[in-house]
């Protein structure tokens, strides 16, 4: 089950991570989730974020409310992009490894914050990476 | 682009982050501090982070190179107020600030300062 979906959030500047972020924070806050973990989701979507602005050359994130089969309540967020995609995905999930300027903590530590994360991406394709953060 | 003011205590600058910081807030931030420090001659410079409620990989970066910044021009760095869900979300995040001092809140921050410099705290 799943509520309604949200608009998506465009993301093509800076100030749009940090609407990104207030959408998560809204979303992870509503579905009950612990502060400790409406931080974690918050800082995994700002990440990631930063990478669909930085290196897919802008998109957009579509944040949404979902329960499980036995009811429990989280919070998804699904990046999308049209940009060059990720050409080596195990290369791209290496800690600390970076194609550009930043720290390489994009990837990892969001995959580190969250309790699901999916990642897919073609070379020319674009790149999606969905992460999902449960109530505990 | 909101600017992130700088206030000055004695021989101390303090920046107290009151807004959801933007990439190039950060940037900026940097910046104007690095000037200030040298034009004011600070000693200590404090980041009061109590009403930041997420650091991600870019802020925290910013702490790091704030504090290597400052050390290069004679000025300690101390960061304050960090939240318990922003210390624990960091360290799984990755990142541990090595190099970067903290104290729970400003007046220990101030006192952590003037510790080192005992004439800070006075104004001269």
Redesign the interface.
């Known amino acids: 089950m799943t509520a309604p979906p949200q608009e998506p959030v465009p993301i093509t500047s ?2 749009d ?2 609407r990104v ?2 959408a998560v ?1 809204t979303a992870a806050a509503a579905a009950g989730l612990s ?2 973990d ?3 989701i ?2 995994a979507a ?2 990631l974020a ?1 990478n669909t602005l930085v290196y897919g050359g802008g998109g957009h994130a579509r944040v949404e409310r979902v329960t499980d089969a036995r009811g429990r309540a989280g919070v998804r967020i699904a990046f999308g992009d049209d940009g060059p995609g990720i050409p080596d995905i195990d290369l791209a999930l290496t ?1 600390g490894w970076t194609s550009g300027s ?2 390489g ?2 990837l ?2 969001a995959r ?2 969250t309790d699901e994360f999916h990642l897919d991406t073609e070379v020319g394709g674009g790149t999606t990476v969905t992460v999902t953060k449960w109530a505990r | ?1 909101e600017r992130v003011p700088i206030l000055k205590i004695g021989q101390i600058l303090l920046v107290s982050i009151q807004i ?6 950060v940037q900026v931030l940097q910046e104007d501090l690095a000037e200030r420090i040298v034009r004011t001659g600070a000693r200590g410079v404090i980041i009061d982070i109590t009403a930041v ?6 802020i925290g ?1 910013m702490f790091s190179t704030i504090a290597s910044m400052s050390r290069l021009m004679d000025a300690e760095t101390v960061v304050v107020g960090m ?4 210390a ?2 960091l360290v ?4 541990s600030l090595g190099g970067v001092r903290t104290a729970l809140d400003l007046e220990k921050g101030m006192r952590l300062l003037g510790a080192s410099l005992p004439s800070l705290a006075d104004g001269r």
Do not use: N, W, Y
Request: no cysteine; proline share 2%; hydrophobic share 35%.
């Open positions: 800076g100030d991570v940090v972020r207030q924070r502060l400790v409406q931080t974690k918050v800082t700002s990440e930063r800690e930043g720290l903590l994009g990892t530590g580190r914050l | 682009m959801d910081l933007q990439d190039q807030t409620d997420i650091v991600d990989s870019f970066r939240r318990p869900a922003v624990i979300t799984e995040l990755g990142l």
